[in-house]
């Protein structure tokens, strides 16, 4: 359940383009907790984890069904997610999507890169 702070965050960010353009501008955790400090509120760890969960939840429903069906899956198995986490390339990340029965390409990696920077908020540059 949403903090009264994230609430008022999210609020306060739904009517000012100008807090939206600041928002689509961040790079980091560290901005967007300067952002909501700026608004006078504080986010807990918690809030930040919702927001998180939340981006992650927009991004796989824009994704096609093969690469959305592996990003769930490692979201949803612990290993999985770690083994992901340490992919230095995205050769490596291929041949791990592979071992787990799934057939993606650099071309779905780059795509589900293209889509994660139309949401604000959410970054997909650990696969490269």
């Known amino acids: 359940m949403s903090s009264r702070s994230l609430a008022s965050f999210n609020a306060r960010i739904a009517e000012s ?10 790079q980091s955790p560290g901005e967007l907790m300067a952002l909501a400090q700026e608004q006078g509120l ?19 429903t824009l994704l096609d069904a093969t690469t959305r069906a592996f990003f ?3 979201q949803s198995l612990p290993e999985l997610n770690q083994k992901l986490k340490q992919c230095q390339s995205p050769e490596t990340a291929i041949d791990l999507a ?21 949401i604000p908020g959410f970054s997909f540059e650990k696969l490269w």
């Open 72 to 74: 769930e899956q490692a």
């Open 98 to 118: 592979r071992e787990h029965g799934f057939e993606l390409t650099i071309t779905d990696l780059q795509q589900a890169a293209i889509v994660a920077r139309t």
């Open 17 to 26: 383009a100008e807090l939206q353009e600041r928002l689509n501008s961040i």
């Open 42 to 60: 504080e986010l807990t760890p918690e809030d930040f984890r919702e927001i998180a969960q939340a981006a992650f939840q927009h991004w796989i």
